[in-house]
Every structure is written in structure tokens, then in C-alpha cells.
Nanobody, 124 residues
Framework: QVRLEESGGGLAQPGGSLRLSCAAS????????MSWARQAPGKGLEWVSG????????YYADSVKGRFTISRDNAKNTLYLQMNSLKPDDTALYYC?????????????????WGQGTQVTVSS
């Protein structure tokens, strides 16, 4: 059974940094592309970033490009999201996702495998 468990969220000030982690189990992590998505209060599920199995050519939403970095450690079955230069608009529940399905930059939890999420709050 696929398990994804996010951690590392918390409170940060604007301009600050957080590093999210996702511990994966129940599948061969190293062979799958992985993604991060987020949901802000009152908004839909927004795709944030994705990374292929071999860590090549990661992708980012325009809203986070240049500030966030996705990475993975296949030996540890762990996905990461380094978030720098945080903005209040980054406040959201962040999810680690396997087999994500999105359309028009919005994603659906009816597809793929999702963790429980970790809360990120950016406020002064």
C-alpha cells in the first residue's frame, strides 16, 4: 500500500525559508516521478513542482520558480521541497503526490496517491 508522509511545515516570516520532506513507502520510489501540490484556504489544489525518477529536468509552477527547489534522495525514499524567499501567498497545505493528475494548473485528489499534507504559514 502506498504511503506518503509529509513533514517540515510550520510558520515562517516573509522572506524566510522552510524545507519540506516526504517519506515514501509501499512502491519502488526510485522509478516514479513525484510532485508537490498545495491548497490555500478557499482555493483549489495547485500543482507546485515535479521531478522525474532520475532527478533530471525538474518542473516548477511560475509562481514558485526561482524560489523553490525540488529534489529527491532515492536511497532514502524521500522527496524534498526547499522553499526560499517565502511569501504570504505561499501559505497553504502542501502535499506530496505520486501519479498526480492536473488540468489548467489545478489537480484532483481523485487521482494518484496523496499524503496527508503539511501546513505552511507565511506571516509577519
Amino acid at each position: 500500500q502506498v504511503r506518503l508522509e509529509e513533514s517540515g511545515g510550520g510558520l515562517a516570516q516573509p522572506g524566510g525559508s522552510l524545507r519540506l520532506s516526504c517519506a515514501a513507502s509501499g512502491f519502488t520510489f526510485s522509478t516514479y516521478a513525484m510532485s508537490w501540490a498545495r491548497q490555500a484556504p478557499g482555493k483549489g489544489l495547485e500543482w507546485v513542482s515535479g521531478i522525474f525518477s532520475g532527478s533530471s529536468d525538474p518542473y516548477y509552477a511560475d509562481s514558485v520558480k526561482g524560489r523553490f527547489t525540488i529534489s529527491r534522495d532515492n536511497a532514502k525514499n524521500t522527496l524534498y521541497l526547499q522553499m526560499n524567499s517565502l511569501k504570504p501567498d505561499d501559505t497553504a497545505l502542501y502535499y506530496c503526490v505520486k501519479d498526480i493528475v492536473c488540468s489548467n494548473n489545478l489537480c484532483s485528489r481523485d487521482f494518484g496517491s496523496w499524503g496527508q499534507g503539511t501546513q505552511v504559514t507565511v506571516s509577519s
